[in-house]
Nanobody, 123 residues
């Protein structure tokens, strides 16, 4: 199993910045693609940004040019730098990881989610 714990959310004024962090822990695992998703009030969860193990990135159109995703493979961590925040960025942000786990003779691959961190942008 892989546990993901997010941190860094909070309240910020429009135009401000926040940096989200997500740390993965567990035993005998390897992280593949990682990402950040978000769920705004009354809306479905949507992709914000993803990053592959070798650093290829993908962004939602709504965050391109403002958000930057990065990862530290040695620390099993992924980050989301959010600049020029807008009220419409208000959401719960979830860390996501595709991971391979090794349990004895078994190799399994699954998707894991953090519990989310609230980001609120005031106008």
């Amino acid at each position: 199993q892989v546990q993901l714990v997010e941190s860094g959310g909070g309240l910020v004024q429009a135009g401000g910045s926040l940096r989200l962090s997500c740390a993965a822990s567990g035993s005998s695992f390897m992280l593949n693609d990682m990402g950040w998703y978000r769920r705004a009030p009354g809306k479905q969860r949507e992709l914000a940004a993803t990053i592959s193990k070798v650093g290829s990135t993908n962004y939602a159109e709504s965050v391109k040019g403002r958000f930057t995703i990065s990862r530290d493979n040695a620390q099993n961590a992924v980050y989301l730098q959010m600049n020029s925040l807008k009220p419409e960025d208000t959401a719960v942000y979830y860390c996501n990881a595709d991971a391979t786990t090794y349990q004895g003779d078994y190799i399994m691959r699954g998707t894991y989610w953090g519990q989310g961190t609230q980001v609120t942008v005031s106008s």
